[in-house]
């Protein structure tokens, strides 16, 4: 009844343009009420038509009215708010979707604040003050709102489940330890789960710790960015600078030979107009004494013909300038070749150079130097995955893609362009950076890593036999390392377990043997152009070789 009569209330304490309670009342002269904002919006629309009206009444006003608190009505609805707070409980109180009930509640269940391991049943705040007050309900095991307690009863004999079979591995009740777990290994669940607690807390200790050291050497490696992108910096800058001296230093010297051509060339251009000049003049000359000789000889008068005779000079022999050399016209064809010779030589120092400015680049690496112990080689674990698609038609992948183990019988797997033909296989994931991982083998199994066009079949598919594979044979009682048809014999303990490291950038592939302690097998230093993947290969029925989950 008390909720009816706030409901009652409220209809009649609403705004009739909000349909909530009023917010603000005022009070239009037709006596209708309204929240302040409301009837403001309202006739903020009608102030074009120049009239305002109640939209209750419509009662029209000439003149928009002055609005004023009626602070009597704020008082009601106020009272108002209060009882209907006391009268039921916020719809926030109510179970929704998602919630977890009161299991006590009849009609509309309110929200469970705690349930109870022992009873197994969830409780509001309002049923739950029995767990606070009576002495024996006290001793009840409280817990958050949950909705799976119907997993702690056992479903075979409907009885709370308070044991825990070491040798199961699960919670079971009473009466399944007189049956099915008969003889086995069980605990009160409390004791499993302080002592499981114990463990938790260990590991979570660990892993602690094990957030501090990254953070720790994730503030080294900020540290190292920072020192590596200032010495890039001044690096690009410097060796800038150092290009820009040779090129003008080039252009120099481009400049100077210009220059001595066009010296040299005016030099002889001269020297040839000089000589030219003499020659035209000696042409001229004798041009003119053709002539005479000419008019001379066409005399007929004899007498007249021997008298001027003796006046003509004798023609002396070849005249040649000495200084005309007669020889194939080459002039500065020498210079072009001894500048052709230059830039031969040039290119030559720059590759060579070149070459060694790039291997020093790659080989930059001040603060990640190469792992020592096991602990540091793990922070960079790989989890390695083997690719179906790759894998030799004789070959079982299993342990989710990590183990394969050859087979007498053929796999069903369908034809694929990357499947090797030799029972070998890679893994799915590309290798690039740091990474470390472990293969435990069996048999005569080589551990590989290749770049991904390697071929697919023939010769040149053997990891051992081409040279986009690096490859550690492994049988057992020797190593044998594999690169491009070349074989090296590897010392060293024998293990069924085998760790790889590479670091991609810094060209370095490392094999150790893994046992109590980790040694060095044999180590790899060259220039890897493309990502790598890990790779297996096999050679006799039942060999295998599992790629370990590390931790």
């Known amino acids: 009844m008390a909720q009816t009569g706030v409901q009652t209330d409220r209809e009649r304490f609403s705004c009739s343009i909000c349909l909530d309670l009023l917010k603000d009342p005022v009070t239009t002269a037709c006596g209708h009420s309204y929240c302040m904002n409301c009837i403001t919006d309202f006739w903020d629309g009608e102030e074009k038509k120049g009239t305002y009206s109640c939209p209750q009444c419509r009662e029209t006003f000439r003149q928009r009215p002055v609005l004023k608190k009626h602070t009597l009505l704020a008082e009601l609805v106020e009272d108002l708010k209060k009882s209907r707070a006391r009268a039921a409980p916020a719809d926030h109180c109510y179970a929704g979707p998602g919630d977890v009930a009161c299991d006590v509640c009849t009609g509309r269940k309110l929200k469970a604040t705690k349930s109870c391991l022992v009873c197994l049943v969830s409780y509001c705040e309002n049923h739950l003050q029995p767990h606070y007050n ?15 307690l119907q997993q ?15 040798t199961d591995q699960q919670c079971i ?70 290009f820009t001296e040779l090129i003008h230093l080039l252009q120099k010297r481009s400049s100077d030979l210009k220059q001595q051509i066009r010296s040299q ?9 000089d000589v030219q000049e003499k020659l035209e003049q000696e042409i001229t000359e004798l041009k003119r004494r053709d002539a005479e000789l000419e008019q001379l000889s066409h005399t007929e008068d004899h007498n007249q ?26 002039h500065f064809e020498d210079v072009t070749a001894a500048v052709s010779k230059l830039r031969e030589k040039l290119q030559e120092v720059l590759s060579d150079s070149w070459t060694n400015i790039s291997l020093t680049v790659t080989e930059v690496d001040v603060l990640l130097s190469e792992p020592k112990t096991r602990p540091d080689f793990l922070k960079y674990s790989e989890e390695i995955t083997l690719d179906v698609n790759t894998a030799n038609i004789k070959l ?30 890679l893994s799915r994931n590309s290798l690039t950076g740091r990474c470390y991982w472990e293969v435990k083998w069996e048999g005569q199994v080589d551990l590989a890593v290749s ?24 049988d057992g009682s020797s190593y044998t390392f594999y ?36 040694t060095l097998l044999h180590r790899v230093q060259t220039t890897f152009t493309q990502p790598l993947h890990a790779g297996l290969g096999f050679y006799d029925d039942g060999n295998s070789a599992e790629f370990i989950k590390l931790t």
């Open 265 to 273: 060339q005016e030099t002889e251009v001269s020297r040839v107009k």
């Open 305 to 330: 013909f021997l008298l001027n005779y003796p006046s003509m000079p004798e023609l002396s022999g070849s005249k040649c300038s000495p200084s005309i050399n007669v020889r194939p016209l080459r």
């Open 173 to 242: 009740c009473y009466l399944c330890t007189m049956d099915e777990h008969k003889g086995h290994e069980t605990v009160p669940a409390a004791a499993e789960r302080d002592e499981k607690q114990k463990k938790l807390q260990e590991s979570r200790q660990q892993i602690q710790q094990r957030i501090q050291d990254r953070e720790e050497d994730v503030k080294l490696l900020q540290q190292e960015v920072k020192a590596i992108n200032v010495s890039t910096d001044k690096t690009v800058e410097d060796s800038g600078k150092i």
């Open 152 to 166: 702690n009863i056992c479903s075979r004999h409907d009885e709370v489940m308070k044991i825990f079979c070491r």
């Open 483 to 518: 690169h491009n048809y070349e074989g090296t014999d590897v010392s060293g303990p024998v293990s069924s377990i085998v760790g790889v490291y590479l670091d991609h950038t810094a060209g370095i592939l490392s094999f150790y043997s893994v046992s109590e302690t980790m």
């Open 396 to 425: 079982l992948l299993s342990e989710g893609n990590r183990k394969a183990t050859t087979m007498k019988e053929e796999q069903l797997y369908p034809d694929h362009p990357d499947r090797f033909t030799l029972s070998q296989i």
């Open 134 to 148: 009576v002495p024996v309900l006290k001793k009840h095991k409280l817990v958050d709102p949950s909705g799976n």
């Open 451 to 474: 770049y991904k066009n390697i071929s697919k079949s023939g010769d040149e598919s053997d990891f051992r036999y081409n040279d986009k594979s690096w490859s550690l044979y492994c």
